[in-house]
């Protein structure tokens, strides 16, 4: 089935059925119609053949959203008699946005926030070990998702934090997190990526308007994950004084999305925050305490490490001896999971390498020749890894990783 194509006239028909709405001055049924425009819009910014057109098309979502907002929010004057405004250019291939007098400085803004959007492709199983952190993180979903009982409100919770030594999985789970809400083959969850500090540096004045629009696109696309990468550069440091007003703003406008006040009374609406943070003693104790869970995401034990190996090696169709993969556990101790990965990266181009060493002269020899060549493979040996441990160290030192599992995000 060709679902850019269905996607693609399922936005037709909605900004079809959106101008027809707006001619006969029907502001609401228009506004509807932008939403759903928008809503397919977005998924079908991810079949963009190129990066430019997808980031367009994504513009493109966003403004038919915010123009619905404005129709909804004129509605009344509009009952009045009064006009409509005009409304956005409906050709949805267009690489460039449309000016329709946003100015710079929003239209950057909307710019940034498509760059952020992503749908995720990371699945649970991608993730070694963690086996309690993905059973902890289905459960909340599934408690936030499922129909509670007759007149029980239920708790939940929607805030969580990860934290623990870089490189250990963090964005991993975010991303299968968000994966997870996927609804049906079609409605692919949206992942919104931040990495705060960037967003800080680039969009110093703007950035708490980008987290209003993110979190705006968030819940449009409800269900949906809002990943707050590097969540320490936002609160006030123990040890490095003061915060700037940008952040100071930027923090409130975060901590106010958190509480979920823009949806209240909307249980139907559900956006998950995870923020990750590599240095949780950074964080103020107030601002920690917004967050309902706080999970560590230590170095892998063995167990994981034995996980983590079978998805880096043994899935991607490498073989390895049983006695040398016992071996590799043994190595790997102190590594993250981005170091196994790393390691496991050293060791296969090496082993890869050597074996084919000819192929520049079989390249000098022609096409046809080339294309002819099976690129050799053995097992990977304890030497191979051996050899590939001594250019990629861990940098987290035992000690670094005793101050994450002795650290407790309850204020002392
Ligand atoms: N538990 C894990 N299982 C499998 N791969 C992992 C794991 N942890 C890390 N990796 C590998 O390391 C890379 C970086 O992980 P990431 O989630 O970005 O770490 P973090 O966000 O904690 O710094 C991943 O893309 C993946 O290839
Ligand atoms: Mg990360």
Redesign the pocket.
Known sequence: MDLSGKLKRSCEDSLHKAKMAWKAGDSDGAAGHFEAASKAMFKYAEYATSRSMEYARKRKAIEYRDFAKRLRETAAEQARGGKLPPPPSSSIDEDRTPESGSGETERSISETVSQLIHTSTITWD?????EQTKRDIKYTLGLNLAKPPDEVKIATFRNIL?Y?P????????AAATSNSLKVTTEGQALFFNVKVSSVLSKYFGESSKIISEIYGAARDNSPSVVFL?EFESLTTSRDSGEQSGAERRILSTILAEMDGLSEKGRSDIFVLTIA?T?RPWDIDAAVMSRFEKQIL?PL?DDD?RR??LK??LLRKGYHVEPEVFDQLIEITKGY???E??RLCKQATSQMIGELNADLPDVLDSGLKATQAYKVKVRPLSGEDFMQAAAMIRPVTSPAEDQRYRDWSPEPD
Do not use: C, H, V, W
């Open positions: 991608d993730i070694g070990g963690l990860f623990g870089p490189g250990t999985g963090k964005t991993l789970l990468d990750a590599n995401i892998p994981a996980a983590i998805i880096q993250s999971g981005r196994i990965e």
